[in-house]
Antibody, heavy 122, light 108 residues
Framework: QLQLRESGPGLVKASETLSLTCTVSGGSISRANSYWGWIRQSPGRGLEWIGSIYSSGTTYYNPSLKSRVTISADTSKNRISLKLNSVAAADTALYYC??????????????WGQGTLVTVSS | EIVLTQSPGTLSLSPGERATLSCRASQSVSSNYLAWYQQKPGQAPRLLIYGASSRATGIPDRFSGSGSGTDFTLTISRLEPEDFAVYYCQQYDNSRRTFGQGTKVEIK
């Protein structure tokens, strides 16, 4: 049974880089035609898609965050990583990784991790 | 960027009643790319509907989705106690994915 688990520092200083990891168990992230995404949730901004990575390594980013975001995959460890540069208080949120179904007939996140809370401190 | 506006903000209903939730887009959305999620306190969102009307794996048939263009609806035919939660719609268009602000379905 596929499971996703986010991990990383819960506290990041303003202007520094937020780094999170999503470890996938019960299935390979490099399986053909698989996508993996990062979404965050905060009281002020609601749910916000950050970006996704395809099994080939191609990445897709939210244009509003693109200049600060890097998503990568480590197939040897079966995990997806998120880096967000130059963080500010507005980046304080619950960060989720999710399996992203993206086909000609669907775009949805069908399996989510439990989320990890990141607070940006000044 | 397509903005999704959900209404009402809160829906107060009793178990057994029918719930009708609206998601209106600021521009036309392909029906293939409209999804609905349920979120309970302390939990991650759970996919209910994709492609505007297809139920995700394991979702009871009391949940149904409909709509096209700019107007989409999630209907829960008869509310069960476990259905009281917050519901979100989500769309994909031109490399952007956005979510609505949510509708809370609460026990009356």
């Amino acid at each position: 049974q596929l499971q996703l688990r986010e991990s990383g520092p819960g506290l990041v200083k303003a202007s520094e880089t937020l780094s999170l990891t999503c470890t996938v168990s019960g299935g390979s992230i490099s399986r053909a035609n698989s996508y993996w995404g990062w979404i965050r949730q905060s009281p002020g901004r609601g749910l916000e898609w950050i970006g996704s990575i395809y099994s080939s390594g191609t990445t897709y980013y939210n244009p509003s965050l693109k200049s600060r975001v890097t998503i990568s995959a480590d197939t040897s460890k079966n995990r997806i990583s998120l880096k967000l540069n130059s963080v500010a208080a507005a980046d304080t949120a619950l960060y989720y990784c999710a399996r992203h179904v993206f086909t000609m007939i669907a775009d949805a996140f069908d399996l989510w991790g439990q989320g990890t809370l990141v607070t940006v401190s000044s | 960027e397509i903005v999704l506006t959900q209404s009402p903000g809160t829906l107060s209903l009793s178990p057994g009643e029918r719930a009708t939730l609206s998601c209106r887009a600021s521009q036309s959305v392909s029906s293939n790319y409209l999804a609905w999620y349920q979120q309970k306190p302390g939990q991650a969102p759970r996919l209910l509907i994709y492609g505007a009307s297809s139920r995700a794996t394991g979702i009871p048939d009391r949940f149904s989705g409909s709509g096209s263009g700019t107007d989409f609806t999630l209907t829960i035919s008869r509310l069960e106690p476990e259905d009281f939660a917050v519901y979100y719609c989500q769309q994909y268009d031109n490399s952007r994915r956005t979510f609505g602000q949510g509708t809370k379905v609460e026990i009356k």
